[in-house]
């Protein structure tokens, strides 16, 4: 395992910033649900430092992500890239708000009127003789 010592690095503010910008968008591979921003993880460590020193050598943000990409899969990434692997995850999201919203909409609309249930003369009549027995 390769590990770079901090004062090899001379960044600058801006190199800084832009590093701790990448460590908030990629996922520890140990943790998985933290950052390598907040692990404490020494693979988060490592991964700083391989940022940190790909920064340094004059890499572009989106050729850092590719090679994590490329190093750790898709998983690594919090917001992963537009693919057919993962449509399913970017397209889901807003297709369960949608459904969702048509069923609050359909569910908020007024029931038709009911039938006009008033009582023949006849069926009058039966009910009148109904309720004189059990009087």
Not at 46 to 72: C, P, S, V
Not at 83 to 95: A, F, I, K, Q, V
Not at 122 to 127: P, Q, T, V
Request: proline fraction near 4%.
């Amino acid at each position: 395992m390769l590990i770079f010592p901090l004062h090899a690095f001379s960044a600058t503010p801006q190199d800084e910033a832009r590093a701790r910008q990448l460590f908030t968008e990629v996922r520890c591979v140990q943790c998985q649900s933290e950052s390598i921003a907040d692990s404490d993880a020494q693979i988060a460590g490592d991964m700083r430092r391989e940022i940190r020193a790909d920064i340094a050598a004059g890499k572009t943000n989106a050729q850092i992500r590719k090679e994590l990409f490329a190093h750790y899969g898709d998983y690594v990434l919090f917001r992963p890239r537009f693919s057919m692997g993962n449509l399913l995850l970017w397209l889901l999201p807003p297709l369960i708000a949608i459904i969702g919203g048509a069923l609050l909409w359909a569910s908020r609309r007024k029931p038709e009127k009911s039938g006009d249930y008033a009582l023949s003369a006849a069926e009058e009549k039966k009910l009148r003789d109904i309720l004189k027995k059990h009087d």
